[in-house]
């Protein structure tokens, strides 16, 4: 226990080789999640601003009591 056998540099160097290999993997992978979550937070500003458009203020207990 303790030492690094040959599978586990071979894992180690696949590791390496997906995210810092080619044309900067790593760096593209990065810009499509920075594109998600870019669009993630629009569809929730989108979302709030309809929302709060078509939302009705719900009655008070006051108002139900005179009815």
């Known amino acids: 226990?303790?030492?690094?056998?040959?599978?586990?540099?071979?894992?180690?160097?696949?590791?390496?080789?997906?995210?810092?290999?080619?044309?900067?993997?790593?760096?593209?992978?990065?810009?499509?999640?920075?594109?998600?979550i870019r669009a993630f937070k629009d569809g929730l500003k989108d979302g709030d601003e309809v929302a709060s458009t078509t939302a009705k203020p719900l009655p008070s207990e006051k108002d139900e009591a005179r009815s």
């Open 1 to 36: 226990m303790g030492a690094f056998g040959p599978i586990h540099w071979i894992i180690v160097a696949v590791v390496v080789l997906l995210l810092f290999g080619g044309r900067g993997k790593l760096s593209g992978i990065m810009g499509d999640a920075a594109k998600g």
